[in-house]
T-cell receptor, first 116, second 111 residues
């Protein structure tokens, strides 16, 4: 059983650029969530995808957008990058979007984004 | 919305027992979870409580009191490899009933 894989692991962008981060969910998991984790802080919920539809969003502006594909993999896109977007971006998959299984997230190792 | 409070740092010696507390505020309640994250690593699931009481998983136990909006993670027989950040996370009635994480407790285990 494969876990959650994310790419790229590290990247550097400049302010105003756009970035796409990718995530392959764990086999059998149909729900993908994206989190932003600043240094020394807990993960902050960005949004969640289920059956290729966004079904929940945290307090992030519209320049944060995403996709989920039929194979449950996902992308996070961030436009007009700002310095404060520098963080670890974590993708997590779960077996279900509701019920006890929604409490058990399998995280990828993350994509470390630095915005200069 | 949801918010959680947990201590920022805890230090203990190898072989000891440590308790990491977590208090939360949430609209609706669908469970309190605990995750471990080593430096540079991914958060990994440790334990989950939906009902009051103690859940035991090996050296780790987690407790929940819904009436007090309180839970704790208990780590026994501490090992050096337990040095990590520990996050409590609550699932409430957010837009996706998503997990909301606390800021984390950095546990340092000393020899």
């Amino acid at each position: 059983e494969t876990g959650v894989t994310q790419s790229p692991t590290h990247l550097i962008k400049t302010r105003g650029q756009q970035v796409t981060l990718r995530c392959s969910s764990q086999s059998g998991h149909n729900t993908v969530s994206w989190y932003q984790q600043a240094l020394g802080q807990g993960p902050q919920f960005i949004f969640q995808y289920y059956r290729e539809e966004e079904n929940g969003r945290g307090n992030f502006p519209p320049r944060f957008s995403g996709l989920q594909f039929p194979n449950y993999s996902s992308e996070l896109n961030v436009n007009a990058l700002e310095l404060d977007d520098s963080a670890l971006y974590l993708c997590a998959s779960s077996l279900e979007t509701g019920g006890p299984g929604a409490n058990v997230l399998t995280f990828g190792a993350g994509s470390r984004l630095t915005v200069l | 919305g949801q918010s959680l409070e947990q201590p920022s740092e805890v230090t203990a010696v190898e072989g000891a027992i440590v308790q990491i507390n977590c208090t939360y505020q949430t609209s609706g309640f669908y469970g309190l979870s605990w995750y471990q994250q080593h430096d540079g690593g991914a958060p990994t699931f440790l334990s989950y409580n939906a009902l009051d009481g103690l859940e035991e998983t090996g050296r780790f136990s987690s407790f929940l009191s819904r009436s007090d909006s309180y839970g704790y993670l208990l780590l026994q027989e501490l090992q050096m490899k337990d040095s990590a950040s520990y996050f409590c996370a609550v699932r409430g009635s957010g837009s996706a009933r998503q997990l909301t994480f606390g800021s984390g407790t950095q546990l340092t285990v000393l020899p």
